[in-house]
């Protein structure tokens, strides 16, 4: 599979393209994520959790895509995982699986829903999908509550893995209310579109708000000989 976002004109006008892995992906694009799947659950092992968080620098990255398609290779592997949009601002996960958005995480936390009611079952085998549910105006609010230390307890409890999509760092600074609910964050770069200076900005946030960085995973960036094709394909510790 060739997984396409678009060029930068698209990006800023809302018009990305995604992809999900299937059965009919490249097997260069599918390796990658095995790759990255590995890496992740060695990390998570060593520390004991079995929940972790996407985040980039700023949006247009991909990262709601690299979200979902970790969750599907995670969920290839007969454990029960469960990807939640947890960016309140701007939600894409539900668009990605076009799947239905009335009811999500700031419903559940906010009081105004069930998690049973919101969270979508079996999206595709062993994968369920909580998503963001509706706009708040106080989304920091909402992840600091102690309703949501509670259900990501509960969450914690009944999946194997928990995947967070969250918001760009450097934009808000939602991403990093999550710092003490998981085993640390996979920041997505985007080549010719994340700088230098942005990955510094990253890791000195999230240096200052002592979160741990389990890896970068890098897309857009050229494969093979053929110049112009574009896909996902690697991931690197940190």
């Known amino acids: 599979m060739k997984i396409k976002l678009g060029n930068k004109n698209n990006r800023n ?34 520390d004991d959790q079995k929940l972790f968080a996407v985040t980039s620098y ?6 709601s895509t690299v979200s979902s398609n970790l969750a599907i290779s995670f969920s290839k592997i007969e454990k029960r995982v469960l990807l939640v949009d947890s960016d309140l601002r701007r939600p894409n996960i539900h ?17 105004m829903g069930d998690f049973d009611e919101a969270v979508h079952r079996d ?14 105006p106080n989304p920091s ?5 102690s309703r949501f230390a509670d259900l990501v307890k509960r969450l914690s409890e009944e999946y194997d893995y928990v995947i967070f999509d969250t918001p760009p760092i450097g934009v808000v600074s939602d991403a990093l209310l999550l710092k003490d609910y998981v085993a640390g964050f996979v920041v997505v770069l985007r080549e010719r579109n994340t700088t230098h200076g942005d990955i510094q900005n990253l890791l000195e946030s999230a240096k200052l708000a002592d979160c741990k960085m389990l890896g970068f995973i890098k897309v857009g960036c050229t494969s093979g000989k053929k110049r112009g094709k574009r896909g996902y394909y690697y991931y690197q510790y940190y």
């Open 141 to 145: 609010e909402l992840l600091c509550s």
């Open 13 to 46: 006008k809302g018009e990305m393209r995604t992809e999900t892995l299937s059965d009919k992906s490249k097997f260069a694009i599918v390796e990658s994520y095995k790759a990255a799947r590995t890496n992740i659950m060695f990390s998570l092992s060593a």
């Open 95 to 111: 668009n990605i699986f076009k799947i239905e958005n009335s009811t999500g995480l700031s419903n559940v936390i906010g009081k």
């Open 58 to 63: 700023s949006k247009g990255e991909g990262k």
């Open 123 to 136: 999206v595709l085998p062993n994968l369920d999908i909580l998503p963001s549910g509706t706009i708040p």
